[in-house]
């Protein structure tokens, strides 16, 4: 059957849903307000970025409303078209550049989280940062941070989307260097900047590559440029492109998402990020900067879905990357001590599954994974730095300075536990439903050896969170928790660790002098901590798959129903709830062409994707290992911390396999100093030397000839010029001119200013007189 | 046409402020900020008078290059980074009038001459085809002048900067 | 829009880069002054172009620009020289020029 026009609804749209441009312009503005005026005002910049990101927080809850509204007046499978507005930007030389919000299911989503994670942070840092000497800075930073962020989410097109990742980029750099007095911070910045860049040339690159090859179809089909995502999508699902061009502008653009993810192998600047502050820590690793990869691929999913044809194979470019960073990255969380570090690495491994998922066709499931990941993993940032801020002394070593911290910090400790659930996959916690959606499908779509790796990943990741939840709140309190260095704590909290990176010991730690042993934090750090363990608890019920379907909600509103569309809505408006009108698509089921092949008449904005239908069987065999991995890592830890056991201790020194293990592990698989040691000298190198050696052989050489043909050349002028016919008029004109120099030379002092002003008040006097004689 | 009007006040009041600012600022590295704010303004009011590509160009070479230029020479030179009383010299009160009075000269000529004579309202954009077609055509001769004095200066550059 | 407004703007910015010149010290801001100047005269190119719908004045505002890079070129490696060979670039102490 042929679904004709009238099956059609007229979608709804609203107020909050043509303004969705004004979420990030919000922050924007508040940017300029705290860089401008923010040292005057009462509280220091701060409430103006709190301000703004509550502004931006109910902007896009109301956008959100009216999206699931929107989705709602669609009839069923109906092509839910996103609410579009563009303006031209810039227009040179027949090129046109225009700028613009897109708002659909995935920007909803991301959206609300960014907003909301952006406000909790800020609410936090009021009280982190109390009396740091660049506050005013910090909130600045922030929130352009997050409008970068922000931009980024409702760009219409490339170059926007661009604008909003090196903000992000720029701002990154900033917080990362917050207290750039230490050396070690500084260097931590400049490397995730350098690192991350590295992987923006990807993203520069494959702009240019789509824009360049789809601009023809798109112009002819859409109407719009080929820097429009719509376009790119519509023209990467058309048949039309040439794989190989597909094929290199994906590998291209996932560079880049590498690079901002932290995915192996330029995951390296990720755990030095926590040199920053941790609020910083918590908004970077959980919602924004890392999350901007993820979203490049969820974003351009069609480009990157027919570029490695993630359908029709059994691995590709991005499942691979993803695999290996899962694995990686979670082995490494187990030899560290510094908790930041241990969150540091599970966010990598945690990307990693998004990637894998994204690479597998899992395209729900990895943006679920982002949603409810920011929750949890921000609350797990937050506890730690509740922790170092009321507990240990600005202290993030989890073998020296905590412990025993459960029953003084109960409501850090509960929202931990809960975060730490959610993150392992515990059921009903929220990451249950979003992380084993992904290894399910990443099954289902025939993606074999990858689930395995994903189940191993949940083992580990079970594993290492429980040894940092001991080593944290259990066992008996160590160092700065047991109050040790409480009489000194002014001037000794850097001995403690120097063998560690010393974080957030400088500004904000000279003025809590209320802390006296470790105790509970503020409203201000528990309220945005119990706001995020309720979410971490819950928000896994919107996509909750074993209920059934009426419980994924999150499926209807954010994934975009992959029908074949007739007609595009023309932007701008009151026209953006125009309605496509679709071709055939038969009633009943809702298979479409899309993805699989080419659409004969119309065009398709989304791949048409399967979902693994849910079971309890495959369900309980990851919670099992999840429980395994708890158990195992439970019962080591209480061995090797608490009992001291004979047999594990010092097993890393006895044991020639574990230490070599081991040893990779602390050097970090040796990557920095593959980075820093062989390829920054080698490229490094020979360009010094080269230039070095065009400098001494090609520059002076033509320096040496220029100046051996004007010494010739002036010889000659000497010669027949200068002295025959000039000298004859300057030796006449010379007596005349001594004879008025004598009488000006107080003037020629030398004083070029004094020159300057005398020129100019001629050129003046002279002007003066032009006037006058012609009016 | 009251869009562009107020359009070029708002610029022009920043960019006054702004040029002010260079000139008096005891700051170097500030006064390479607020030129930069001048220069911004410079290539907004271009883009007013439909000059895109003149625009482009003074955002490329002005707010690109020549104030990496300004930065580093002040970093090379080790100027005060900060706060410098130093900077004005003697003559100082001395460019106060002659610059007075070098406006009041200017102002009465221009008002003298174009009084209240308008700016055509439909001016068509100047497209960058339409440059290049002026440069390498009858302007040909000084775009050659034009690039010896460039090589020459980046000789000259070379030869002044370089350790001997 | 009248001529004036761009004619007026372009004199004021002449007049104050003509203050800078004068009254400042440091050779690196008279260099900025003097960029000031050249700015004006580009902007009263480029309006006059528009006025009277001709290209020639966007042409000489660009090579006004390519001029002024130059310049800058130059005129920083006059100064870094100076500053090689004197330890100061405060033009009230080089007077070697006095007749």
Same mark, same amino acid.
């Given at each position: 059957?042929?679904?004709?026009?009238?099956?059609?609804?007229?979608?709804?749209?609203?107020?909050?849903?043509?303004?969705?441009?004004?979420?990030?312009?919000?922050?924007?503005?508040?940017?300029?307000?705290?860089?401008?005026?923010?040292?005057?005002?009462?509280?220091?910049?701060?409430?103006?970025?709190?301000?703004?990101?509550?502004?931006?927080?109910?902007?896009?809850?109301?956008?959100?409303?009216?999206?699931?509204?929107?989705?709602?007046?669609?009839?069923?499978?109906?092509?839910?078209?996103?609410?579009?507005?563009?303006?031209?930007?810039?227009?040179?030389?027949?090129?046109?550049?225009?700028?613009?919000?897109?708002?659909?299911?995935?920007?909803?989503?991301?959206?609300?989280?960014?907003?909301?994670?952006?406000?909790?942070?800020?609410?936090?840092?009021?009280?982190?940062?109390?009396?740091?000497?660049?506050?005013?800075?910090?909130?600045?930073?922030?929130?352009?941070?997050?409008?970068?962020?922000?931009?980024?989410?409702?760009?219409?097109?490339?170059?926007?989307?661009?604008?909003?990742?090196?903000?992000?980029?720029?701002?990154?750099?900033?917080?990362?260097?917050?207290?750039?007095?230490?050396?070690?911070?500084?260097?931590?910045?400049? @490397?995730?900047?350098?690192?991350?860049?590295?992987?923006?040339?990807?993203?520069?690159?494959?702009?240019?590559?789509?824009?360049?090859?789809?601009?023809?179809?798109?112009?002819?089909?859409?109407?719009?440029?080929?820097?429009?995502?719509?376009?790119?999508?519509?023209?990467?699902?058309?048949?039309?492109?040439?794989?190989?061009?597909?094929?290199?502008?994906?590998?291209?653009?996932?560079?880049?998402?590498?690079?901002?993810?932290?995915?192996?192998?330029?995951?390296?600047?990720?755990?030095?990020?926590?040199?920053?502050?941790?609020?910083?820590?918590?908004?970077?690793?959980?919602?924004?900067?890392?999350?901007?990869?993820?979203?490049?691929?969820?974003?351009?999913?069609?480009?990157?879905?027919?570029?490695?044809?993630?359908?029709?194979?059994?691995?590709?470019?991005?499942?691979?990357?993803?695999?290996?960073?899962?694995?990686?990255?979670?082995?490494?969380?187990?030899?560290?001590?510094?908790?930041?570090?241990?969150?540091?690495?599970?966010?990598?491994?945690?990307?990693?599954?998004?990637?894998?998922?994204?690479?597998?066709?899992?395209?729900?499931?990895?943006?679920?994974?982002?949603?409810?990941?920011?929750?949890?993993?921000?609350?797990?940032?937050?506890?730690?730095?509740?922790?170092?801020?009321?507990?240990?002394? =600005?202290?993030?070593?989890?073998?020296?300075?905590?412990?025993?911290?459960? @029953?003084?910090?109960?409501?850090?400790?509960?929202?931990?536990?809960?975060?730490?659930?959610?993150?392992?996959?515990?059921?009903?916690?929220?990451?249950?439903?979003?992380?084993?959606?992904?290894?399910?499908?990443?099954? =289902?779509?025939?993606?074999?050896?990858?689930?395995?790796?994903?189940?191993?990943?949940?083992?580990?990741?079970?594993?290492?969170?429980?040894?940092?939840?001991?080593?944290?709140?259990?066992?008996?309190?160590?160092?700065?928790?047991?109050?040790?260095?409480?009489?000194?704590?002014?001037?000794?909290?850097?001995?403690?660790?120097?063998?560690?990176?010393?974080?957030?010991?400088?500004?904000?730690?000279?003025?809590?002098?209320?802390?006296?042993?470790?105790?509970?934090?503020?409203?201000?750090?528990?309220?945005?901590?119990?706001?995020?363990?309720?979410?971490?608890?819950?928000?896994?019920?919107?996509?909750?798959?074993?209920?059934?379907?009426?419980?994924?909600?999150?499926?209807?509103?954010?994934?975009?129903?992959?029908?074949?569309?007739?007609?595009?809505?023309?932007?701008?408006?009151?026209?953006?709830?125009?309605?496509?009108?679709?071709?055939?698509?038969?009633?009943?089921?809702?298979?479409?062409?899309?993805?699989?092949?080419?659409?004969?008449?119309?065009?398709?904005?989304?791949?048409?994707?399967?979902?693994?239908?849910?079971?309890?069987?495959?369900?309980?065999?990851?919670?099992?290992?999840?429980?395994?991995?708890?158990?195992?890592?439970?019962?080591?830890?209480?061995?090797?911390?608490?009992?001291?056991?004979?047999?594990?201790?010092?097993?890393?020194?006895?044991?020639?396999?574990?230490?070599?293990?081991?040893?990779?592990?602390?050097?970090?698989?040796?990557?920095?100093?593959?980075?820093?040691?062989?390829?920054?000298?080698?490229?490094?190198?020979?360009?010094?030397?080269?230039?070095?050696?065009?400098?001494?052989?090609?520059?002076?050489?033509?320096?040496?000839?220029?100046?051996?043909?004007?010494?010739?050349?002036?010889?000659?002028?000497?010669?027949?010029?200068?002295?025959?016919?000039?000298?004859?008029?300057?030796?006449?004109?010379?007596?005349?001119?001594?004879?008025?120099?004598?009488?000006?030379?107080?003037?020629?002092?030398? @004083?070029?200013?004094?020159?300057?002003?005398?020129?100019?008040?001629?050129?003046?006097?002279?002007?003066?007189?032009?006037?006058?004689?012609?009016? | 046409?009251?869009?562009?009007?107020?359009?070029?006040?708002?610029?022009?009041?920043? /960019?006054?402020?702004?040029?002010?600012?260079?000139?008096?600022?005891?700051?170097?590295?500030?006064?390479?900020?607020? &030129?930069?704010?001048?220069?911004?303004?410079?290539?907004?009011?271009?883009?007013?008078?439909?000059?895109?590509?003149?625009?482009?160009?003074?955002?490329?070479?002005?707010?690109?290059?020549? /104030?990496? &230029?300004?930065?580093?020479?002040? /970093?090379?030179?080790?100027?005060?980074?900060?706060?410098?009383?130093?900077?004005?010299?003697?003559?100082?009160?001395?460019?106060?009038?002659?610059? /007075?009075?070098?406006?009041?000269?200017?102002?009465?000529? &221009?008002?003298?001459?174009?009084?209240?004579?308008?700016?055509?309202?439909?001016?068509?954009?100047?497209?960058?085809?339409?440059?290049?077609?002026?440069?390498?055509?009858?302007?040909?001769?000084?775009?050659?002048?034009?690039?010896?004095?460039?090589?020459?200066?980046?000789?000259?550059?070379?030869?002044?900067?370089?350790?001997? | 829009?009248?001529?004036?407004?761009?004619?007026?703007?372009?004199?004021?910015?002449?007049?104050?880069?003509?203050?800078?010149?004068?009254?400042?010290?440091?050779?690196?801001?008279?260099?900025?002054?003097?960029?000031?100047?050249?700015?004006?005269?580009?902007?009263?190119?480029?309006?006059?172009?528009?006025?009277?719908?001709?290209?020639?004045?966007?042409?000489?505002?660009?090579?006004?620009?390519?001029?002024?890079?130059?310049?800058?070129?130059?005129?920083?490696?006059?100064?870094?020289?100076?500053?090689?060979?004197?330890?100061?670039?405060?033009?009230?102490?080089?007077?070697?020029?006095?007749?």
């Amino acid at each position: 059957m042929i679904r004709s026009a009238e099956a059609l609804q007229t979608l709804s749209s609203g107020w909050f849903l043509e303004h969705a441009w004004l979420i990030p312009i919000v922050p924007a503005i508040g940017f300029f307000i705290i860089i401008l005026f923010g040292k005057k005002l009462p509280m220091k910049g701060s409430e103006i970025g709190l301000l703004s990101m509550l502004s931006s927080l109910v902007l896009a809850g109301g956008t959100a409303m009216q999206w699931i509204d929107r989705v709602n007046s669609g009839a069923e499978a109906q092509f839910i078209a996103p609410v579009v507005r563009t303006w031209n930007w810039w227009q040179i030389g027949g090129m046109k550049f225009t700028i613009g919000q897109s708002i659909d299911g995935l920007a909803v989503i991301v959206l609300v989280v960014v907003a909301f994670i952006s406000t909790l942070v800020q609410l936090y840092s009021t009280e982190y940062l109390k009396g740091d000497r660049r506050y005013t800075h910090f909130f600045a930073a922030l929130t352009l941070f997050s409008a970068g962020m922000l931009a980024m989410v409702v760009a219409e097109d490339t170059i926007l989307f661009l604008l909003g990742w090196e903000i992000m980029g720029l701002c990154s750099f900033m917080l990362i260097g917050h207290w750039w007095e230490d050396g070690a911070n500084s260097r931590a910045a400049l @490397k995730a900047f350098f690192t991350v860049r590295t992987g923006d040339m990807g993203l520069l690159v494959g702009v240019a590559m789509l824009y360049f090859a789809s601009n023809e179809w798109t112009t002819e089909h859409l109407g719009v440029s080929g820097f429009s995502i719509r376009g790119i999508s519509a023209w990467a699902l058309s048949g039309e492109p040439n794989s190989t061009v597909i094929l290199v502008a994906s590998v291209a653009l996932f560079i880049a998402a590498i690079g901002k993810s932290g995915q192996f192998p330029l995951h390296t600047w990720l755990p030095d990020a926590m040199a920053g502050p941790t609020p910083v820590s918590s908004l970077l690793h959980s919602s924004t900067m890392v999350v901007a990869g993820v979203f490049l691929v969820s974003r351009l999913y069609p480009v990157f879905f027919t570029g490695f044809d993630i359908l029709g194979s059994g691995g590709n470019f991005i499942t691979i990357i993803g695999g290996i960073t899962i694995v990686i990255a979670a082995a490494l969380a187990f030899v560290q001590n510094d908790i930041k570090k241990v969150l540091a690495y599970s966010t990598v491994s945690q990307l990693g599954y998004m990637m894998l998922g994204l690479g597998a066709g899992a395209w729900l499931p990895a943006v679920f994974h982002i949603f409810t990941h920011a929750f949890f993993k921000a609350c797990l940032f937050l506890g730690a730095g509740s922790i170092s801020h009321s507990a240990s002394h =600005h202290s993030f070593d989890m073998k020296k300075d905590m412990g025993g911290l459960r @029953k003084v910090m109960p409501i850090t400790f509960t929202t931990w536990v809960i975060s730490t659930l959610a993150l392992c996959g515990v059921f009903p916690f929220s990451g249950f439903f979003s992380k084993d959606e992904i290894i399910d499908n990443v099954g =289902h779509n025939g993606y074999q050896l990858f689930m395995i790796i994903g189940l191993i990943g949940a083992f580990m990741t079970a594993a290492y969170m429980t040894r940092a939840t001991y080593l944290t709140f259990f066992g008996e309190a160590r160092g700065a928790s047991a109050g040790e260095h409480h009489d000194e704590h002014h001037d000794a909290h850097a001995p403690a660790h120097d063998d560690h990176d010393s974080h957030d010991v400088h500004d904000a730690h000279a003025t809590d002098h209320a802390d006296h042993g470790p105790h509970e934090s503020g409203w201000r750090i528990t309220l945005p901590l119990v706001l995020l363990a309720v979410l971490a608890l819950s928000s896994g019920l919107l996509n909750a798959t074993p209920f059934g379907e009426k419980w994924e909600r999150i499926k209807t509103w954010v994934e975009p129903r992959a029908e074949v569309v007739m007609e595009t809505a023309p932007g701008g408006p009151g026209h953006s709830n125009v309605l496509s009108i679709p071709a055939a698509a038969e009633e009943g089921h809702h298979d479409s062409p899309c993805g699989s092949e080419t659409p004969e008449e119309g065009v398709c904005y989304a791949p048409q994707l399967q979902h693994a239908p849910f079971k309890w069987s495959k369900a309980m065999l990851s919670l099992g290992i999840v429980f395994l991995g708890i158990a195992l890592s439970w019962l080591f830890s209480t061995l090797l911390y608490t009992r001291k056991d004979k047999r594990l201790v010092g097993l890393t020194e006895r044991n020639g396999v574990l230490r070599a293990g081991y040893n990779l592990l602390i050097n970090k698989y040796y990557l920095d100093a593959l980075y820093e040691n062989v390829i920054v000298r080698a490229i490094a190198g020979p360009i010094a030397a080269a230039a070095y050696w065009f400098n001494q052989n090609v520059l002076d050489g033509i320096l040496h000839a220029v100046a051996r043909a004007s010494r010739a050349f002036s010889g000659w002028v000497y010669r027949n010029i200068d002295q025959r016919v000039v000298d004859g008029t300057v030796n006449n004109s010379g007596k005349a001119t001594k004879g008025a120099g004598g009488v000006l030379a107080p003037v020629q002092s030398g @004083k070029v200013s004094q020159y300057g002003a005398l020129l100019f008040s001629a050129a003046a006097v002279a002007a003066l007189v032009l006037v006058i004689i012609n009016s | 046409m009251v869009a562009q009007n107020i359009g070029f006040a708002i610029i022009a009041t920043i /960019m006054v402020i702004a040029a002010i600012r260079v000139v008096t600022t005891s700051n170097v590295v500030h006064a390479a900020l607020w &030129l930069v704010v001048v220069l911004a303004g410079v290539a907004a009011q271009y883009i007013l008078l439909a000059a895109e590509f003149v625009a482009v160009t003074q955002v490329l070479v002005y707010i690109g290059a020549v /104030m990496v &230029l300004f930065l580093f020479g002040t /970093m090379l030179t080790r100027s005060r980074i900060g706060v410098n009383s130093g900077l004005n010299n003697r003559y100082s009160n001395l460019g106060i009038p002659v610059a /007075m009075v070098l406006f009041a000269a200017m102002s009465l000529a &221009l008002a003298d001459s174009f009084g209240t004579e308008k700016l055509p309202s439909d001016g068509s954009l100047v497209t960058t085809q339409q440059i290049s077609d002026q440069i390498f055509g009858p302007y040909l001769l000084p775009f050659w002048a034009l690039s010896f004095v460039l090589l020459a200066a980046v000789i000259g550059a070379i030869v002044l900067a370089r350790k001997d | 829009m009248l001529v004036n407004q761009f004619l007026f703007l372009a004199a004021l910015l002449f007049c104050i880069g003509v203050y800078g010149v004068i009254a400042r010290k440091n050779a690196v801001l008279v260099l900025m002054s003097i960029e000031l100047i050249l700015n004006a005269v580009n902007l009263n190119f480029v309006a006059f172009a528009f006025a009277m719908e001709t290209q020639d004045g966007h042409t000489f505002a660009l090579y006004i620009i390519a001029i002024a890079a130059a310049e800058v070129g130059v005129g920083l490696g006059l100064v870094l020289l100076i500053f090689r060979n004197r330890r100061t670039i405060s033009l009230d102490d080089l007077s070697e020029m006095k007749g």
